[in-house]
């Protein structure tokens, strides 16, 4: 289905979004959207999206196995406790990305805000990545509890990849920077870590799924560049509650 949304709320759009999937379309394409807000939030099933413009806020939230590309930037919240599916995004991202991701794959062709990663978690069978290509901002991977992180910092090298008060928090899972981390700008509840040959398995791989997304950009997996972060404790604030 092809629809211009030129003038339609995001309760219009929505509500004609849900009504063709109800009746069985799984393939939308959709132009001129100028910060529509909660597209593709709690579609279930192979649907696929296709977004020309700037999605609003929540892009894909609670969505449980779509495939969402979306030619432009997008704005806060992008992947907001999504259970299966893949975004992709052809552009940068704002803040709360992968808020409480809790499984499926996010990948931003350019730059983030802040609190990537923010409470995801894995569970079982569900494992949440978020690949970014460029940098994020502060308090990346915040109270995170499972998943992957990945800074790949492409396009501007010679700059901070991450900012302040990296990994706060941080209880489970594992974030990978490409560049150097500074151990002043981590919070207290993370560290560096030895890469292992199962990290070079992982990191090769989703590097090659970026590439798949991005064929115009040219990056490949050193081992070398890349530093690894891992909580210090899976209990970091149990020393604070009484019992």
């Avoid at 449980?64 to 995004?89: K, L, W």
């Avoid at 290509?133 to 010679?158: H, Q």
């Amino acid at each position: 289905m092809r629809l211009d949304t030129t003038n339609l709320d995001h309760r219009e759009l929505n509500e004609r979004i849900r009504k063709q999937i109800a009746s069985g379309e799984t393939r939308f394409h959709l132009t001129n959207v100028l910060g529509q807000r909660y597209l593709a939030v709690g579609v279930v099933g192979p649907v696929d999206f296709h977004i020309i413009g700037v999605p609003g806020n929540d892009l894909g939230a609670f969505m449980d196995g779509p495939s969402v590309r979306v030619e432009g930037n997008v704005q806060d919240c992008v992947g907001n406790t999504m259970s299966s599916g893949t975004i992709v995004v052809n552009g940068d991202a704002r803040d709360l990305l992968g808020h409480s991701m809790r499984g499926g794959r996010v990948f931003i062709k350019g730059d983030v805000g802040y609190r990537v990663g923010v409470h995801m978690k894995s569970y079982q069978n569900q494992f949440p990545v978020v690949v970014v290509g460029g940098s994020a901002g502060d308090f990346t991977g915040e109270y995170m509890a499972g998943g992957v992180i990945m800074i790949l910092n492409l396009w501007n090298p010679s700059g901070p990849p991450v900012g302040n008060l990296l990994a706060t928090g941080m209880h489970g899972g594992s974030i990978y920077v490409r560049g150097e981390v500074d151990a002043e700008t981590m919070g207290r509840e993370a560290g560096c870590v030895a890469l292992t040959e199962d990290d070079d398995a992982l990191l090769a791989g989703l590097i090659d799924e970026y590439r798949g997304h991005f064929p115009d950009v040219k990056v490949d997996y050193v081992r070398g560049e890349f530093r690894k972060l891992a909580p210090l404790s899976h209990r970091p604030y149990g020393r604070l509650y009484a019992y």
